[in-house]
C-alpha cells in the first residue's frame, strides 16, 4: 500500500504536466475539430463534420499521399545511410566510441532552423555548391537545387538521421559476438550472417528508429516552408497555413487530430511488432 502511494506521490508530477499540456490540448483540438469557421475567422461553436469531409477533396488526398511517401523516403535513407554508421560505432573501440557518440549528438547543440538555413545557403543558385561547379567548369549554369522535393528529402534526412541511428546503436552495441562467431563457424558467408544474425537481433533497433524518423517527419513543418518554398506542401505545413495565414482553425484541427490518428496507428504497429518479436524469441 505504502509503495503504491509513493508510486502515485512521484508520478503526479508527470501525470498533472500530462493532463496540462497534453490532454487538454488535444482535447480542446479534437472539440474545434467539430466547429464552424466563422466569416471573420472566428471559432463557432456548432457541431458538424464538413471539416472532415473537405479533407477526402483530392487536393488535401495528394498532400497526404506526398507527406506519407517523403516520410517513408526519408526513413528509408536514414536506415541505409544510418546502419553502416550506427554497427561502425558500436563495433568500435570504447577509447574513440565516446568520441564517435559525440559527434552524433553534436547537431542537437545547434537550433535546427540555423541548420536549416545552413542548407538554404548551399543549394540555392547563387549558394556555395552552385557557385564551385560553375567555378570548376563542370556546369554551365546554376542547378535548381532547392525548393523542390529533392531539397525538403535532404534537410529531413539531415534532420532526422541521429534519431535513427542513437537506436540502432543501442541495438547493436547489445548485441552478443558469439552468435556471429557461431554463424562462421557453421560455414555461414558475412552476407548470410548478417541477414539471418545480425539483422533480426537487431530488429527493435530498427523498428524503434523507423518509428522515430517518419514519425516526427510527418509532423516537421519548417523544412518544407523553408527548402520547399511554396511548391511543396505536406500535412505539416498545410496545418500551419491553416492556423496561420488562412485562420481556419476548425479545419486545421481536423488535419491535425487525422495526422494523430495515423502517428498512433503506426505506434501501435510498432508495439505490436515488437511484442510479436518478444514472443518469436520466447519460443
Known sequence: MKNKKTAVKLLSPVLIWMTCFFVVPVFLMMLVSFCT?????????????????????????NIFIRSIVIALITTIICLI?????AYFVGRAPKKIRGILLLLIMLPFWTNSLIRTYAWIILLRTEGIINTYLIKFHIISEPLKLLYNNASVLIGMVYMMF???????????????????EAAFDLGATPIKSFIKVILPLTMPGIMA??????????????????MGG????????????????????????????????????????YFKGLKNKEKGQVI
Open 37 to 61: 469557421r466563422g466569416e471573420y475567422g472566428e471559432v463557432i461553436y456548432k457541431f458538424n463534420t464538413n471539416n472532415y469531409i473537405r479533407f477526402l477533396d483530392p487536393l488535401y488526398i
Open 209 to 226: 528508429g523507423c518509428l522515430l524518423v517518419f514519425v516526427p517527419t510527418l509532423g516537421y513543418f519548417f523544412i518544407p516552408d523553408l
Open 230 to 269: 511554396s511548391k511543396v506542401v505536406l500535412l505539416s505545413n498545410l496545418i500551419k497555413n491553416q492556423y496561420l495565414t488562412a485562420r481556419d482553425w476548425p479545419f486545421g484541427s481536423a488535419i491535425s487530430v487525422i495526422l494523430i490518428i495515423v502517428m498512433l496507428i503506426l505506434i501501435g504497429l
Open 81 to 85: 545511410l544510418g546502419y553502416p554508421f
Open 162 to 180: 541521429p534519431f535513427m541511428v542513437l537506436p540502432l546503436y543501442s541495438s547493436i552495441e547489445k548485441l552478443d559476438k558469439s552468435y556471429i
